[in-house]
């Protein structure tokens, strides 16, 4: 079992960044990390994800060029860095990992694919 902590939300105005961390520990044999966010009454959003064997990046179509997944292995933290941020990328945002066999049906943003959350970490842009 992988635990996930995220952290880096808070308070920031359209236009603004911000850079999310989540970093993982116990046994890190997933096959794949992604971020996912929910906002309220609203289904939880797979947003993007990253292969740990090759270091695949995949993104949504509603983040794609404005939000970068990395990883950094030494310190065994995955990051989403967030830019020109809009009131809608306003929610509560997690990470999560999941086996091999997510590359079977390659439903990256699906949750029921990932077996392991973090606690999530509170995005509110604002102004």
């Known amino acids: 079992q992988v635990q996930l902590v995220e952290s880096g939300g808070g308070l920031v105005q359209p236009g603004g960044s911000l850079r999310l961390s989540c970093a993982a520990s116990?046994?890190?044999?997933?096959?794949?990390i992604a971020w996912f966010r929910q906002a309220p009454g609203q289904e939880r959003e797979g947003i993007s994800c990253?292969?740990?064997?090759?270091?695949?990046?995949y993104y949504a179509d509603s983040v794609k060029g404005r939000f970068t997944i990395s990883r950094d292995k030494a310190k065994n933290t995955v990051y989403l860095q967030m830019n020109s941020l809009k009131p809608e990328d306003t929610a509560v945002y997690y990470c999560?990992?999941?086996?091999?066999?997510?590359?079977?049906?390659?439903?990256?943003?699906?949750?029921?694919?990932?077996?392991?959350w973090g606690q999530g970490t509170q995005v509110t842009v604002s102004s």
């Open positions: 990253l292969i740990s064997s090759d270091g695949s990046t």
């Open positions: 999560a990992t999941a086996p091999e066999r997510i590359s079977y049906s390659g439903n990256y943003y699906l949750p029921n694919e990932y077996d392991s």
């Open positions: 116990g046994f890190l044999n997933y096959y794949a």
